[in-house]
């Protein structure tokens, strides 16, 4: 029951992540006007907006003009609701629960926004922030200084790197990485290890595919390698962090 109310959950919320994702690098308000085809301005009736089914039976088209509708829009929606899901069936405190939900809501957009735009908004990532330390001091406030820690700790790693080589990390990144301390604790160590793991190997494939030269001129986002860590620390980050402090610090 917990489950199907989180996939629930997470597609309806997707399809608004879809607006979030499509106008907030245009820097158009999120509410007004409603959603609305993009090629002949009709409004979505809601009956049109119904999360993956509607797509499905309009076969992907607007009902108005016909102009394709990308399949990123409910795919969007079903990765969210997957997530969502994903974070009720893996259990936990009632805090973890609440910030990984959270935290997956944020990861989709950011990701998606940064691999289209090549930017992480500040308006997201300080969102983040405050909703982090909000429900941790809320409903776990015991653990919210090795979280405090963590995002301190994880930003400053990254704002090293940025600082060293500024073609390579953005501030967004610095930002995100900070976010993600604070909503996984000690778990951000490894989820920042399988991004830059993540981010080397894509980098490997680049390079192989386009050559040397070609290769070193692409730009490659790291707000979604960031965001694929995150999502792996939510369902496998305490487990990663006990396999290490168990085999190597014992």
Same mark, same amino acid.
């Given at each position: =029951? ?11 919320? #997707? ?11 245009? @820097? ?10 993009? @090629?002949?301005?009709?409004? &979505? ?5 119904? *999360? ?18 990308? @399949?990123?829009?409910?795919? $969007? ?13 893996? /259990? ?11 935290? $997956? ?15 992480? *908004? ?28 963590? #995002? ?16 390579? =990390?953005?501030? /967004?990144?610095?930002?995100?990485? /900070? $976010?993600? #301390?604070?909503?996984? #604790? ?5 989820? =920042? ?5 993540? !981010?080397? &190997? ?26 694929? !860590?995150?999502?792996?620390? &939510? ?16």
């Amino acid at each position: =029951m917990e489950a199907t109310a989180a996939g629930l959950f997470g597609a309806i919320i #997707g399809s608004f992540l879809n607006v979030v994702v499509y106008r907030l690098p245009r @820097r158009e308000s999120l509410v007004r006007p409603a959603s609305r085809c993009p @090629r002949c301005e009709a409004p &979505i009736k809601p009956y049109d907006n119904v *999360p993956i089914l509607s797509w499905l039976v309009l076969h992907g088209l607007c009902r108005n003009c016909k102009t394709v509708i990308p @399949r990123r829009y409910p795919l $969007v929606e079903a990765l969210t609701a997957l997530l969502c899901v994903g974070v009720v069936l893996a /259990g936990g405190s009632t805090a973890s629960i609440v910030l990984n939900v959270v935290f $997956v809501l944020l990861l989709v957009p950011i990701a998606l926004i940064d691999f289209e735009h090549r930017i992480i *908004p500040n308006r997201l990532t300080a969102l983040g922030a405050l909703l982090a330390i909000a429900i941790g001091l809320a409903l776990d406030p015991s653990g919210e200084p090795e979280r405090l820690i963590a #995002g301190a700790a994880a930003g400053g790693a990254l704002l090293i790197a940025a600082l060293a080589y500024p073609a390579g =990390m953005g501030m /967004g990144d610095v930002k995100l990485a /900070g $976010v993600m #301390g604070f909503f996984l #604790g000690a778990a951000v160590a490894p989820a =920042m290890l399988i991004a830059l793991l993540a !981010g080397v &190997i894509f980098g490997a494939f680049v390079l192989a595919r386009k050559g040397a030269k070609e290769g070193r001129k692409t730009a490659v986002p790291f707000g979604p390698f960031l965001a694929f !860590g995150s999502v792996v620390a &939510i369902f496998a980050g305490d487990a990663l962090v006990n396999f290490y402090t168990t085999n190597f610090l014992s």
